[in-house]
């Protein structure tokens, strides 16, 4: 599957993230990576396909191509919302530890935070 510009940003950091064991920014990564991978996923429903299931376990699927997950092909603009709405989660929770004298959950929010801006505003 293709990647946008912004993926492959966010792959790249990852893995410089984890060949210098920064934590925070593998963590971040990872999440944003996920939310990515979430995002594109599509449901059985959605795909208009029925299928079959199997007589052995209950709710698996049978037949060629059952274990084949259709994906959605995203856009920039849908990757960025993405992580435009884990910034804005990353940032409330920061202010909610804040308001719980918790600065160092806070301060590792906000890096957090940070890291995925910085990536968001790098020009592909």
């Known amino acids: 599957m293709p990647t946008t510009p912004i993926q492959t940003r966010l792959r790249a950091a990852l893995t410089e993230a984890l060949s210098s064991r920064d934590t925070v920014a593998a963590s971040a990564l990872r999440t944003a990576l996920s939310a990515i991978a979430n995002a594109e996923a599509i449901t059985p429903a959605e795909t208009g396909r029925t299928r079959s299931s ?18 959605r092909q995203l856009t920039d603009a849908d990757i960025t919302a993405i992580i435009t709405a884990d910034i804005t989660d990353r940032l409330s929770a920061a202010n909610d530890y ?12 906000r890096r957090e935070a940070d890291i995925l801006s910085d990536l968001l505003t790098v020009q592909g």
């Open 54 to 71: 199997s007589a052995h376990v209950a709710g698996a699927v049978a037949g060629l191509g059952a274990a084949e997950a259709p994906r």
């Open 98 to 109: 804040d308001r719980l004298d918790r600065p160092d959950q806070s301060a590792r929010l």
